[in-house]
């Protein structure tokens, strides 16, 4: 189970960095809503949208935008299909000697609102991992979440920062409600 677990993994950083270099030569890329650059991009324009629609309902993905912006990691956002119960995902692509690329997906399946926390949630994954110059693979991605987070009953970290991120959002996005 663990090989088939490692395979599917390794599958899917392979998909998503095929996706990156096929998308990157196309010079898709999206800019947060104060044109602070474009290191949080998204793959299609579902994910753009969620991304634009974001940083204009909660201050507090614009300032993980600017943030992510001054760092070596490019974010690579996907709305798409993910297991269930999901709600999305952070995973490191690859690192150059200069840039670090992660990819976040978003369960296409969740509401606006929704899609939004997790956005925010995830960004702030990949703020942690910005901070965290070793982290340049997988391994080093596992050895920071089991040193800043905790591991759920899934497989997988999770890390206070984050759930509270994800809350904030929330509460930003429907006290607002421009979404």
């Known amino acids: 189970m663990a090989a088939n677990s490692k395979r599917a993994g390794r599958l899917v950083a392979v998909m998503a960095a095929m996706t ?3 998308w990157l030569a196309d010079g898709h890329h999206a800019v947060a809503a104060d044109g602070a650059g474009d290191k949080v991009r998204g793959t ?5 949208a969620v991304i634009s629609r974001a940083a204009q309902a909660s201050p507090t993905i614009a300032a993980l935008l600017v943030a992510l912006n001054a760092t070596d990691v490019v974010v690579m956002v996907q709305v798409t299909l993910m297991p269930v119960p999901l709600g999305g ?3 490191m692509l690859a690192a150059t000697a200069t840039c670090r690329y992660l990819a976040v997906r978003l369960d296409a399946r969740r509401s606006p609102g929704e899609q939004m926390e ?4 995830e960004l702030q994954h990949a703020k942690e991992v910005a901070e ?3 982290v340049r693979d997988e391994e080093g991605l596992a050895r920071l979440m089991a040193r800043i987070g ?6 997988t970290f ?5 759930v509270q991120v994800g809350r904030l959002v929330r509460r930003e996005i429907t006290q607002g409600a421009r979404f």
């Not at 999770?158 to 984050?162: C, F, K, L, R």
Request: aromatic content about 4%; glycine content about 14%; cysteine-free.
């Open 150 to 155: 905790r591991k759920t009953g899934n497989g």
């Open 20 to 22: 990156v270099v096929g």
């Open 44 to 48: 299609d324009s579902r994910a753009r």
């Open 158 to 162: 999770e890390t206070d920062a984050a």
């Open 89 to 91: 995902d952070m995973r």
């Open 132 to 134: 965290a110059k070793d």
């Open 118 to 121: 997790f956005l925010g949630h």
